[in-house]
């Protein structure tokens, strides 16, 4: 307990200095065992991701409407990961839902991490909660598509150009 209170102090701390704070659910399991915590620093978050069985895990809703309706009230920027049903980015009232890049599955290893990261590039640039989450899914359409949850030289190309095209780049 008093290494979370210090943590949301660095947090808040942090927070009011400008830094931005993006937290990903990370594991259900994860999220089970440590709900009460997740939950108080997703209120001090920025962003925050999470799949389906994470949002479960954290919020207790079992569809994805009620989930993403209650993520959307945790922090101001709210993403639901929904694999290959595509995901839900939440920014207050607003709701986008992006569909999934249709691609040959290889190995999903990496994906939700691709997609957060390339969901915040697209923030830091200046994109809105759609066009960062078309980002998302495609760098993590990207990733699903290789063995190993790593981009090659090649797929960095496509995900660059696919940044540039959406006015990230």
Not at 47 to 60: I, K, P, Q, S
Not at 112 to 136: E, H, S, T
Request: net charge positive; with cysteine; proline share 2%.
């Amino acid at each position: 307990r008093r290494g979370e209170a210090a943590r949301l102090i660095r947090l808040t701390a942090a927070r009011g200095r400008g830094v931005k704070i993006s937290l990903d659910a990370a594991d259900p399991g994860v999220v089970a065992r440590n709900r009460e915590t997740l939950l108080t620093f997703a209120r001090v978050s920025d962003v925050l991701f999470a799949n389906e069985d994470e949002a479960r895990a954290l919020t207790g809703g079992q569809t994805p409407a009620d989930l993403a309706a209650t993520l959307g009230e945790m922090a101001p920027v709210c993403v639901l990961k929904l694999g290959p049903r595509g995901s839900v980015a939440i920014e207050g009232w607003r709701i986008v839902t992006i569909a999934a890049e249709q691609t040959r599955v290889m190995d999903t290893t990496g994906a939700g991490d691709a997609y957060a990261g390339a969901f915040l590039y697209g923030l830091c640039r200046g994109l809105d909660i759609g066009k960062a989450a078309a980002l998302g899914s495609h760098a993590a359409a990207l990733v699903i598509s290789l063995l190993g949850g790593r981009l090659d030289e090649g797929r960095r190309g496509l995900l660059a150009a696919r940044a540039r095209e959406l006015g990230a780049g």
